[in-house]
């Protein structure tokens, strides 16, 4: 089954501690993207990526960082959470963005 | 950069009643403006898509019209469902410059009262 898959689900954790989110897609996509979705400010762009060790910023880049090192995975690196980055996370994955993403089931962290 | 607006914020309507949902935009340069339905504790699901070329796309009960001088887009759904309860969110977004920053509606949540 074509589908962006990621981990975990949900994750309660504390201010300054390390974590990854992993995103894996099995569609063979070039494009992938991390949105954060919060009350109100609908969903906002974290990064992108266009390909293998092609990265950029979104709109809301600060405090998070990304790698695509293979083309299925691209996980999202909080380097020391804080609590405003509470929120709901999705990867999305598109062959080519003009025909759509497709997204993951996201992933509600919480940061206390 | 681009931003979207988007309106209602929340709509609700009669089964078999039809539902428009409009969306603004600011860049004059997107040429790419899809849909999203978001069901509850799902990931948003594209629905339909129209490029800046087209001026109206269809499918099924589902159609999205394209006002490129205006800058504004809408979705129409006809003889609404209960299933057709979510939130819906407009996009935008420049294809051939943006490099995939697709940006989004505030979105609609739509209820369908049986």
């Known amino acids: 089954e074509a589908q962006v898959t990621q981990n975990p689900r949900y994750l309660i954790t504390v201010t300054g501690k390390k974590l990854t989110v992993t995103c894996s897609q099995n569609m063979n996509h070039e494009y992938m993207s991390w949105y954060r979705q919060d009350p109100g400010l609908g969903l906002r762009q974290i990064y992108y990526s266009m390909n293998v060790e092609v990265t950029d910023k979104g709109d809301v880049p600060e405090g998070y960082k990304v790698s695509r090192k293979e083309k299925r995975n691209f996980p999202l690196i909080l380097e020391s959470p804080s609590p405003n980055q509470t929120s709901l996370y999705f990867c999305a994955s598109s062959f080519r963005v003009e025909y759509g993403y497709t997204f993951g089931s996201g992933t509600r962290l919480t940061v206390v | 950069g681009e931003n979207v607006e988007q309106h209602p914020s929340t709509l609700s309507v009669q089964e078999g009643d039809s539902a428009v949902i409009k969306c603004t935009y600011s860049?004059?340069?997107?040429?790419?403006f899809p849909w999203y339905k978001q069901e509850l504790g799902k990931g948003p699901q594209l629905i339909i898509d129209i490029r800046s070329n087209v001026g109206e796309k269809k499918d099924q009960r589902i159609a999205v019209t394209l006002n490129k001088t205006a800058k504004h887009f809408s979705l129409h759904i006809t003889e609404t469902q209960p299933e057709d309860s979510a939130v819906y969110f407009c996009?935008?977004?420049?294809?051939?410059?943006?490099?995939?920053?697709?940006?989004f509606g505030k979105g609609t949540k739509l209820s369908v009262k049986p």
């Open positions: 996009a935008a977004m420049n294809y051939g410059g943006s490099q995939g920053n697709l940006i």
């Open positions: 860049d004059s340069a997107s040429n790419y």
